[in-house]
């Protein structure tokens, strides 16, 4: 029950959080061409767990020419937690605010909410998280991006902090 309580609170999280509105004419437009795919791995620090690699996974649309939403699947695997997370992250590209050279990197600030969950030392915990970072984007080909941030996590997963920074390295393809 505390479960399916928690994922409908994610669910609700991850629609307010979505500064898109979409009226019926936008829905009927949709093409999988707005649709990004997004993967990369992690290093991560936990403030009560040993640290270790992740992996992410996800997709998303463009909000608006300066914000990238996605919806994404978080492992982390270090030696003694097993962690999971589902979470909604935005990224809001600055770099048009800066007065600089065009053929820089595409610069962002990156925020999200997710529910995770796992064991740390085969026992059971989860919980609600925030992170929060930065980062940077090349485009290397068309419709390809590799992109790298930092971030900082915050979550308590029950009595356990879960808390810690998080480097990640990925690519973005956009269909």
């Given amino acids: 029950m505390k479960k399916s309580v928690l994922a409908g609170f994610i669910v609700l999280a991850l629609i ?15 093409d999988l061409e707005d649709l990004i795919a997004v ?3 992690t290093y991560n620090t936990f403030d009560e767990a040993a640290d270790g690699p992740g992996i992410y996974l996800g997709a998303g649309m463009k909000a608006s020419p300066e914000v990238l939403v ?33 053929d820089l990197p595409e610069l962002f600030v990156l925020g999200g909410l997710g529910y995770y969950f796992g064991d740390l030392d085969n026992e059971s915990l989860s919980g609600m998280g925030v992170k929060l970072g930065a980062g940077a984007a090349q485009e290397v080909a068309d419709d390809i991006d590799i992109r790298a941030s930092l ?18 390295a990925g690519i973005a393809y956009n269909f």
């Fill in 151 to 168: 971030g900082y996590r915050l979550l308590d997963a029950g009595d356990v902090s879960l808390s810690g920074f998080e480097v990640s």
């Fill in 70 to 102: 996605t919806a994404q699947y978080e492992r982390f695997f270090t030696s003694d937690l097993s962690l999971n997370g589902i979470t909604g992250t935005f990224a809001y590209d600055f770099s048009p605010l800066l007065a600089l050279d065009q």
């Fill in 39 to 41: 993967a990369g791995l």
């Fill in 16 to 30: 307010l959080s979505l500064s898109v509105s979409l009226n019926a004419q936008e829905i009927d437009e949709f």
